[in-house]
């Protein structure tokens, strides 16, 4: 079982609202991942991080922002909450490295998942 | 268009029976094919990973082929149970950024009834 953990695993909201997906890895790992997932659809990456400092959009355009002050710490922000924000958010983490070396395989380990509705 | 399509969309089998879950991508430069095993509302779990040069990998009762000039993957469940009920996914990752980009297919939903 990998130890990367993410709260509240189920959040039910109403428009408007600002609201924090958090993440958090005890595995010292300096890559971290947002993801977003529809039921029965690929997941999408929003957001990652190379390190404390470091944040960068991902594939998919969305309107939540990320922060890395600490390695372990990931949190996710929707600043005004909308029903079209409704889906699966996950967090997920994979050691540094560079590209050919072994942590190149990019191992990512995934938190449980935060199921978010915006009413 | 790096891409990764697997099929079928879903399955249902019974208890015991054996099934081959099948993986076609077309991502490039290629580093490493994974299967994941996502459980209803839970995060994906890694059962195996595959580099270039090689064409085969068990974990337990879970065997995964790669075909890299083909560019397909198989992941055979043998002797299933009900707790295998849950998506399969297949995810690719190249070789061509920093990142180690992972691209995800969209699972197959797999239920297993006694």
């Known amino acids: 079982e990998a130890d990367i953990y993410q709260t509240p695993r189920y959040l039910v909201i109403g428009t408007g609202k600002k609201i924090t997906l958090e993440c958090s890895q005890t595995?010292?790992?300096?890559?971290m991942y947002w993801y977003q997932q529809d039921p029965g659809m690929e997941l999408h990456l929003i957001h990652y991080?190379?390190?404390?400092?470091?944040?960068e959009k991902g594939d998919l355009s969305s309107e939540s922002t990320v922060s890395r002050i600490r390695t372990e710490h990931f949190p996710l922000t929707l600043e005004s909450a909308r029903p079209s924000h409704t889906s699966q958010y996950l967090c997920?983490?994979?050691?540094?490295?560079?590209?050919?070396?072994?942590?190149?395989?990019?191992?990512?380990?995934f938190g449980p998942g935060t199921r978010l509705t915006v009413l | 268009k790096n891409q990764v399509e697997q099929s079928p969309q879903s399955l249902i089998i019974l208890e015991g029976k054996n099934c081959t879950l099948q993986c076609n991508y077309t991502v490039s430069p290629f580093s490493n094919l994974r299967w994941y095993k996502q459980d209803t509302g839970r995060g994906p779990v890694s059962l195996t990973i595959m580099t270039f040069s090689e064409n085969t990998k068990s974990n337990g009762r879970y065997t995964a082929t790669l075909d890299a000039d083909t560019k397909q993957s198989s992941l055979h469940i043998t002797a299933s149970q009900l707790s295998d009920s849950a998506s399969y996914i297949c995810v690719v990752s190249d070789r061509g950024s920093t990142l180690g980009r992972l691209y995800f297919g969209r699972g197959t939903q797999l239920t297993v009834w006694p």
């Open positions: 595995m010292g790992h300096d890559k």
């Open positions: 997920a983490s994979s050691i540094g490295g560079s590209s050919g070396s072994r942590s190149s395989y990019n191992e990512q380990f």
């Open positions: 991080s190379y390190g404390v400092n470091s944040t």
